[in-house]
């Protein structure tokens, strides 16, 4: 009996934690840019977009499947030495808006980036560098802040726009079916990431399984951006006293655990501990209904074991 309910149990927990982190496919790129003006709204402290963004960052270039998406596929880092050929751009275009806030999260965001996201990409992007690069390109060439001045909508605190007319603009644009995300602050809704996605090949496709969280009923606003007071602050000597490997406050993406990379590993472990906690703990009562049923009808056990396996 015991044997039967270890066996139960081990199966149970490979399902829940197991099987999914060894599933590193993906099918298509989701290109993530945020508006400046909600990023820092949603986080003051240490919040600061440089003098010359005024236009969509990239948040990300993140992996995804039509179901669910891979993560953390290797333990590969992200070091000064792999960023300092591109490390203008980058914060160009893939801003680090915390920079002046901690030495340590000049690198802590890319590097947060990279180890969940890129790790996940070398099969298209075999170089850390590449990755970065690929990023950096797509934000230029998805320029979501143009492709929305074509068709009349332009940053403002009194005028709103729908959801359809924006998504609407950047479908006219880009092609492929474009997603915008959004928050609330104190002028109300308002436009904070927008996502294009791209097949392996590059074609623009569908963000399949790709939702949005604005009330699609509810005016949006396209807030100004407010360039702050630590735009002055030396990005390259922030980044020269940067650790390799460092953990610092960093920003993050919707799809984490945590608001930072720090954070967000320790929120990961946390989960990673309750599914299995939570997976011992449906054994034991699935274990006890396998051996109840098991009793009534022996064909039972075989059903259970199936519906076991698919969960």
């Excluded at 919040?47 to 891979?70: A, I, K, M």
């Excluded at 990431?193 to 699609?216: I, L, P």
Aim: charged content about 20%; aromatic content about 10%.
């Amino acid at each position: 009996m015991s044997k039967l309910f270890a066996i139960i149990a081990l199966a149970l927990v490979a399902a829940a934690v197991g099987v999914q982190a060894k599933d590193n496919s993906w099918e298509f790129m989701m290109i993530t840019q945020r508006w400046p003006a909600t990023a820092c709204d949603q986080r003051h402290s240490g919040c600061s977009v440089p003098s010359d963004v005024d236009y969509f960052t990239l948040h990300g270039l993140w992996p995804e499947r039509n179901s669910g998406y891979p993560s953390f596929c290797s333990n590969g880092k992200v070091t000064e030495k792999d960023l300092d050929p591109i490390l203008t751009e980058l914060q160009e275009y893939w801003t680090n808006y915390f920079v002046a806030h901690s030495q340590k999260q000049a690198l802590s965001f890319w590097q947060h980036e990279y180890e969940k996201h890129g790790s996940c990409a070398t099969d298209v992007y075999p170089t850390v560098r590449d990755y970065f690069q690929a990023g950096i390109d797509a934000q230029q060439k998805y320029d979501w802040k143009q492709a929305l001045a074509n068709h009349g909508i332009k940053p403002s605190n009194t005028k709103t726009y729908t959801y359809d007319a924006l998504v609407k603009a950047a479908n006219a644009e880009f092609g492929g079916e474009n997603v915008v995300k959004c928050d609330y602050t104190k002028l109300g809704q308002v436009v904070a990431q927008v996502v294009t996605c791209v097949s392996k090949e590059g074609a623009v496709v569908k963000c399949t399984g790709v939702s949005s969280n604005c009330h699609k009923s509810t005016p949006i606003y396209m807030p100004i951006i407010q360039h702050g007071s630590e735009d002055a602050v030396s990005y390259q000597s922030k980044f020269a006293a940067t650790t390799e490997g460092g953990s610092g406050v960093g920003p993050d993406d919707g799809k984490d655990a945590g608001n930072d990379g720090s954070s967000g590993h320790w929120s990961n472990a946390v989960i990673a501990i309750s599914c299995s906690v939570g997976a011992v703990a449906v054994a034991a009562i699935m274990g006890a209904v396998w051996l109840k049923n098991k009793r009534e009808e022996r064909s039972m056990g075989d059903s259970l074991m199936h519906n076991q396996q698919a969960a």
